[in-house]
Antibody, heavy 118, light 108 residues
């Protein structure tokens, strides 16, 4: 059974770049037909999809990020990553990695809290 | 519209039936998926597609849809069902995903 675990700094300064990694176990990113996604949930709000990537090359981002986000896959480490540039306090959230197919997000990580503050 | 709208809070008496709704234009062309999230835990997919329960999800959970409204029904709510529930769907383009703001379910 797939297991996903997020990792990265819990505190990022305004205007800097947020970098998170999701480690996948129980299956291989490179052999899966799944999409690998990042989702965030600001305090008191619903989840917001950030973007998704597939091993075969599909890559989609939420337009609301205004091109600040980059998702990449490292098949050698069975990981995928998120970089979010020029962060502000509005980017403070719990960040989840997840995998999905056409019908929905079927496996989620536990989530990691990222606070943007000086 | 690119939004999914949910009632912020719903309550149900133990053992009774409750319906949680989700409204949005994307639901006219895409099925909703429903997620249960308890504090400190990873969200769990409970319903997807026309009315499909992933393995391990009790059969008291069911889904339905009509026009721009999708519903999650819990028939015979249990204390352990008290949680936040979120709906999600692909947007009209099919390439992006939307989520609702969530419904906090209280089991009395």
């Amino acid at each position: 059974q797939l297991h996903l675990q997020e990792s990265g700094p819990g505190l990022v300064k305004p205007s800097e770049t947020l970098s998170l990694t999701c480690t996948v176990s129980g299956g291989s990113i490179g052999s899966s037909a799944n999409y690998w996604a990042w989702i965030r949930q600001p305090p008191g709000k619903g989840p917001e999809w950030i973007g998704s990537i597939s091993y075969t090359g599909g890559l989609y981002y939420n337009p609301s990020l205004k091109r600040r986000g980059t998702i990449s896959v490292d098949t050698s480490k069975n990981q995928f990553s998120l970089r979010l540039t020029s962060v502000t306090a509005a980017d403070t959230a719990v960040f989840y990695c997840a995998t999905h197919q056409i019908y929905g997000f079927d496996v989620w990580g536990q989530g990691t809290t990222v606070t943007v503050s000086s | 519209s690119s939004e999914l709208t949910q009632d912020p809070a719903v309550s149900v008496a133990l053992g009774q039936t409750v319906r949680i709704t989700c409204q949005g234009n994307s639901l006219r062309t895409n099925y909703a998926s429903w997620y249960q999230r308890k504090p400190g835990q990873a969200p769990v997919l409970v319903i997807y597609g026309k009315n499909v329960r992933p393995s391990g999800i009790p059969d008291r959970f069911s889904g339905s849809s009509s026009g721009s409204t999708a519903s999650l029904t819990i028939t015979g709510a249990q204390a352990e069902d008290e949680s936040d529930y979120y709906c999600g769907s692909r947007d009209i383009s099919g390439n992006h995903w939307l989520f609702g703001g969530g419904t906090k379910l209280t089991v009395l």
